[in-house]
């Protein structure tokens, strides 16, 4: 059907797609308005670690409003994201699940962020797949209750429309053959009113027969 190929054709575009198309189950990281940012979302309010990693680290950073977000990926519940701290020049990637942080790495040097932020979102993809897999069965399953429920409803619809045909078309029959039963008696009365007719009539032309012969003049005697 035309929401499987649908279905397919979203999965088949990947990470990138996912990670502007795909939604949560549970809102993973708030609500649409503070999506887009772990800044703002409450992913630094909750303590997950010790004081001294990296993870508290950056919690504190984002809390203090000193790292800025340069790259996030967002795949189902999943995501990763790049922020900077530009006082160090001090990258920190982050691998995360809807408001908590999974695995955070601080680096100083520009291509080991973007290598590592890379590898952390190809992450969340793979870890979101069977999450996002999930969602769009759900989503056919749905769509085929409803489909299931607009057709049993046109179903008992035309169940109803035959049910009053059938009741009718049985009227239609008893009436025929009340008119045809109908007919059968008025022929035979018909006929009957013929025969008693031509009766008459015949019983009339004798009676008038008599009745000429009966008044012909006698002859006179000589």
Known sequence: MAWFI???AAFAAGPAASAQSSAAQDDPLGGSGTRRSLLTNGAADEPQATANGNIAE??????DGKVKELRTTYN????????????EMTFYIALFQQ????????TQADA???TVYADFAKNSAALADTEIRRTK????????????????QRANRLQADLEVARAQQSQVVDRQAEQQEAIRSLRAEQDSAQAQLR??????QDL??????DLMPLPFPK
């Open 112 to 114: 080991r962020a973007e």
């Open 99 to 106: 408001k908590k942080f999974w695995r955070v790495i601080k």
């Open 208 to 213: 008038q027969r008599q009745s000429d012969t």
């Open 137 to 152: 069965l759900e989503a056919e399953k749905n769509f085929a209750d409803r489909l299931i429920a607009v057709q049993q």
């Open 199 to 204: 009766a008459l009539q015949t019983k009339v």
């Open 76 to 87: 189902g519940s999943y995501g990763a994201s790049m922020l900077f701290y530009p006082d």
């Open 6 to 8: 649908l279905c397919g």
């Open 58 to 63: 950056l919690q504190q950073m984002i809390r």
